[in-house]
């Protein structure tokens, strides 16, 4: 059975940072696209950034530029999000997610995904 578990969310004070974790059992995930979602409280789940079987990323909110970072560690069969200078804004339950090989150019919907994990709440807050 497939299986995408998040880990490493939890509370930072503003500007601090977190790295976020997406492992995966059942499958291996070096030939799937992951995409890391991010749904806050009354809002609609949106993608944020992505990164393909090859290793080449692709950011969809401008707000993460320059903050986030996506990579991929094929041998531990994990997918990491690092996500530097935290704000109010970034507070929200993040998910990963898999689908084919390569990211889309243009910002994906969650339809688009074929395997999502459980999701870990980030919450930044002083």
């Known amino acids: 059975q497939w299986h995408l578990v998040e880990s490493g969310g939890g509370l930072v004070q503003p500007g601090g940072s977190l790295r976020l974790s997406c492992a995966a059992s059942?499958?291996?995930?070096?030939?799937?696209?992951i995409g890391w979602f991010r749904q806050a409280p009354g809002k609609e789940r949106e993608a944020i950034i992505c990164i393909s079987s090859s290793g080449a990323s692709q950011k969809y909110v401008d707000s993460v530029k320059g903050r986030f970072t996506i990579s991929r560690d094929n041998a531990k069969n994990t997918v990491y999000l690092q996500m530097n200078s935290l704000n109010s804004e970034d507070t929200a339950k993040y998910y990963c997610a898999a689908q084919g090989y390569r990211c889309s150019e243009t910002k994906p919907t969650p339809i688009e995904f074929d395997y999502w994990g459980q999701g870990t709440q980030v919450t930044v807050s002083s």
């Open positions: 059942g499958f291996k995930l070096d030939t799937y696209a």
